[in-house]
Nanobody, 125 residues
């Protein structure tokens, strides 16, 4: 599976960014898609998830009301508003394929097990 992420960059506090991920190569589908982020030296943090079947979404308290995830077939988008310095991280697009042979990122109803190379988001004045 291939994930092509785009849209990261530098933005001032209070600003917005839109991350896009085009995924391809799925051979057995997926249960959900989502985004997680990671700062060096810290654990991965899930920030948004969307169910492939129902379209239900999940956000942790840290981003609820500011981040919005959407999906169109195998393209998933993360709209990030009111960004804060603590949102700075590498953001990874990911999918839940039901794999048991990989590390997984668990949050809400998501159990992400495949992801891309990530895109850097820096929030700074």
């Amino acid at each position: 599976v291939r994930f092509v992420e785009s849209g990261g960059g530098l933005v001032q506090p209070g600003g917005s960014l839109r991350l896009t991920c085009e995924a391809s190569g799925f051979t057995r589908g997926y249960y959900s898609m989502g985004w997680f982020r990671q700062v060096p030296g810290k654990e991965r943090e899930g920030v948004a998830c969307i169910s492939a079947a129902s379209g239900d979404t999940y956000y942790p308290d840290s981003v609820v009301g500011r981040f919005t995830i959407s999906r169109d077939r195998d393209t998933v988008t993360l709209q990030m508003n009111s960004l804060k310095a603590e949102d700075s991280a590498v953001y990874y697009c990911a999918a839940e394929q039901g794999r048991t042979d990989s590390t997984r990122v668990s949050f809400g109803f998501c159990l992400l097990d495949s992801w891309g190379q990530g895109t850097q988001v820096t929030v700074s004045s």
